[in-house]
C-alpha cells in the first residue's frame, strides 16, 4: 500500500487549494478514504471522509464543512481535498489514510501554511 500526497503550498487567507492522494497496492475503488491534519503543537485530527464505491457518503469536520470537499476519481486511484475559503488556522501538514484490514497506512503528508 503507497499513498503519495501533493498540492499543498503558501496560499493566502481567503485562496483556494485542490490537494491530490495517489493510491496504488490496492483495490482502491473498494475503500473509504480520509483525509487529516497535524498543526504544529497539535495532534493529528479527521478532516473529512468518502464511502467506498461511487463516494456518495462524506463527512467532514464541523471546521471544515461548507469550505472543503472531498472527492474520488478510482479510474485514476485518486483522492482529492478541495479547500476554499481557506483560513491560517488550516495551516497543518494534511495526510491521507486508507484502512486496510486492521492496519491503517498513512502517506508522507503535504504541507498548507495559509498566511498573508
Request: with cysteine.
Amino acid at each position: 500500500v503507497q499513498l503519495v500526497e501533493s498540492g499543498g503550498g503558501l496560499v493566502q487567507p481567503g485562496g483556494s487549494l485542490r490537494l491530490s492522494c495517489a493510491a496504488s497496492g490496492f483495490t482502491f475503488s473498494s475503500y473509504s478514504m480520509s483525509w487529516h491534519r497535524q498543526a504544529p503543537g497539535k495532534e493529528r485530527e479527521l478532516v473529512a471522509t468518502i464511502s467506498s464505491g461511487s463516494g456518495v457518503g462524506t463527512y467532514y469536520a464541523d471546521s471544515v464543512k461548507g469550505r472543503f470537499t472531498i472527492s474520488r476519481d478510482n479510474a485514476k486511484n485518486t483522492l482529492y481535498l478541495q479547500m476554499n475559503n481557506l483560513k491560517p488556522e488550516d495551516t497543518a501538514v494534511y495526510y491521507c489514510k486508507v484502512r486496510w484490514g486492521v492496519v491503517n497506512y498513512w502517506g508522507e503528508g503535504t504541507l498548507v501554511t495559509v498566511s498573508s
